[in-house]
Structure formats: C-alpha cells, structure tokens
C-alpha cells in the first residue's frame, strides 16, 4: 500500500510551521491514542502513522529531505530505516518530552498509562553518528554494499552494558522502583493531570550501580571500531541521507543504540553528468563529420555503444538512448542517456586549409538556411528534459 504524504496525514500545508505541526499532531494523537480506542488496529495504525508523520516534518534536517526525495529520501527498504517502522515504544520515547513530561506526550491526557509505571526501565538513548560516502555513477546505477570502518561507542564486553562491577553491584532504584521513571499527579483546573518523567536518580536505567565496571567507569560503553556493512540501493542521489537504526553509539547502562546516518555524495564522472534519472554526455564531431555523417562510438553507463550520425547534423542536436540512464530509486524503469552534439572547430589552420575553407564560405549550400520547425538550442533542451 502506498504511503499518504506525510502533510496530508496531520492536515496541515507545506508551509506549516512548528506550532501548527505540534498542534495537529497533538490532535490527532489524542484521537487515536491506543487508550482510547482499546483493540482497535485500525486507529493504532493511524497513531503510528501521525507519529511518523510528525517525527519527519518536525526536524528541519528530515523534513527538507522528504521535500526534496519524497518518501524514497527517507531511507525505507534496501536494509535502512527511516522514520517508518516505529514502533509503540518508539513513539511513546521519542516525543517524551513534547508537552513537558519525559514519559511520553500522552501522560497528561490519560493518567500516564501510555509511560508510567509499565513502560520498560531503559538506559539513555545513544547519540547518532553521521557519515559520508562518495559513490561512483556506476555504483548509483548497480547499487552497491560498502564495508566502512566506523569509530563509534560500543557496548561494554565486560559488563555487557550494564556499567556494574558485576551482577552483584547492582540493585534496583529505590526513587523509581524499577521503572525509569516517576509519575506526579497534580491539579489542574481541568481536572488532575498526571505527568511522567525520567528517573532523575538512574536517568531511566530502573537500577543503580554501587560498584562500576573497571573497564567503561559504570557508563555501559567503551570506545572503538567497528567494520559496518552497509547496502546501498540503486539509484540514490546527492544529498540523500538514509539511516541504519542501531548502528550509532551504543546507549549508556543498557540504553538503546543510536542511528547510523549516511549521506550520499556523487564522485565526479570522466564523461557522463547526471540530470536525475537522465545522463548526459558531450560529442564532439568535426565539421565534416557532421556534414557527411559517420558511425561513433559514445559511452554508457553499460559499456561503449556505437550509434549513427545522419548526414547533415547540426550543432545542438540531441540523441536518446533509450534506458541508458539511471534507474529510480525503489522503482522500476531506468531514465535515458541524451547525446549532445558539438560542432568543434579548428584554432590553427594551414594556409592551404585556409584556402578551401574560403572557397566554401562562399558556396551557395554553405550558407545558413533555418527550415520550417527548425529548432534553436533550449527549444531543443526543454523539449528533451520536459
């Protein structure tokens, strides 16, 4: 099923700024929000939907992303996650802190069962780490797996996260009880209103360490490197950023890892140049070359192709070839290849080519003649990229 654009889904146009954003969120949160509508799939879907929704065109960085790539920008299928396939827990973390409670933006609206004291006590969140890679045009148009070491923080091997000495030193929270969090509730003059918040004591852990691992100092994490395998889908392009959930560093005391964040460059081609899914390349032919026609050879993304130049070509003429462009990310179909004809002209003449060249200028079929539907060169440009 195609995805509903993401404006669509809060009911809001491309032009909505932070506050309006939060606000349809908000609404639509408290009308799907699972607590209301109990065994009801169809609206939990909704809330994961305006929850992604919202996760996107919150972030400055994600929104101009989507903008520009639509949902293939957002790093969805080919082994990445972007904002899709958030779960409840997710959703619930994530925008903690959006209406002024750590527990999760629906702890005020309904008594804090959506983050209180059943959420999972959980350490905090790693931080993303972001990286680049340069790819060739031929790698954009295969796809490619690249093997990159990453220097990231890595789950302590000693204490396997927990930041404790060992099983021994570490005892559950006495401010929390275990949860992670604490839960207030205070009166409002609409009623009591409960918030949830992070454990200030274990910073969400759900237990204290008396004794700290000799190898992280109690932080669950050590320095180092790792050798990430990353898959790339054909037909990426400039800019674009797609992420790996759970490849950035390793949450602290057992918390959940952050996103690895890979941006996408383009390394310069030696012959082609790229206009989206369309590639584009210079030929140069003499002037009797053009004149006379010839056969050349031009190359492809694929490999050299030889292709026919018709008496009597003109400077400006461009020849497709049809499917020798770069596949659409996530669809079907390739672009095309567009050949730009060059009339190259000689700096240095003999004299005795001097001479022929005179001779002709004169000749009656070497003089300019514009037939009816002749076309200039940006008609011809805008005809071929329309």
């Not at 009880?177 to 969400?204: E, I, Y």
């Amino acid at each position: 099923m195609a995805k509903r654009d993401y404006y669509d889904v809060l009911g809001v146009d491309k032009g909505a700024d932070e506050n309006t954003l939060k606000k349809a969120y908000r609404k639509l949160a408290m009308k799907y929000h699972p607590d209301r509508n109990p065994g009801d799939a169809e609206a939990e879907e909704k809330f994961k939907e305006a929850a992604e929704a919202y996760d996107v065109l919150s972030d400055s960085e994600k929104r101009a992303r989507y903008d520009r790539f639509g949902h293939a920008g957002m790093g969805q299928g080919g082994g990445f996650s972007g904002a899709g396939g958030m779960t409840m827990e997710d959703i619930m973390s994530q925008f903690g802190d959006m209406f002024g409670d750590g527990g999760g933006p629906f702890g005020s609206f309904f008594g804090g069962s959506a983050g209180g004291a059943g959420r999972r006590p959980r350490g905090e969140r790693g931080s993303n780490l972001r990286i680049k890679v340069a790819l060739s045009l031929e790698e954009i148009a295969n796809g490619v797996t690249k093997r990159i070491k990453v220097k990231r923080q890595k789950t302590c091997e000693v204490c396997d996260g927990s930041g404790a000495k060992d099983a021994s030193n570490v005892s559950t929270c006495g401010t929390c009880g275990g949860a992670g969090v604490v839960r207030q509730v205070r009166s409002t003059f609409l009623g009591q209103m409960a918030t949830t918040t992070t454990c200030p004591t274990c910073s969400g852990a759900g237990t204290v360490v008396k004794a700290s691992c000799s190898n992280c100092k109690g932080e669950g994490r050590t320095y180092g490197e790792d050798t990430i395998e990353v898959k790339i889908p054909a037909g990426v392009e400039e800019g674009m950023q797609l992420s790996m959930r759970g490849k950035g560093n390793a949450g602290r005391r057992g918390g959940p890892a952050g996103d690895l964040l890979i941006n996408i460059q383009e390394k310069p081609h030696e012959t082609l140049q790229r206009d989206g899914q369309k590639l584009i390349f210079d030929l140069y032919l003499n002037f009797a070359d053009a004149a006379l026609g010839t056969s050349v050879e031009v190359p492809t993304i694929d490999g050299r192709v030889k292709i026919k130049v018709p008496a009597g070509t003109q400077s400006g003429k461009i020849f497709r070839l049809r499917g020798k462009g770069l596949p659409a990310l996530q669809g079907h179909g390739k672009g095309d290849q567009l050949i730009h004809v060059n009339l190259w002209t000689p700096k240095n003449l003999t004299k005795e080519e001097t001479a022929l060249l005179e001779k002709m200028r004169d000749m009656e079929n070497f003089k300019p003649k514009l037939e009816k539907g002749d076309k200039g060169f940006f008609e011809r440009m805008k005809e071929y990229f329309s």
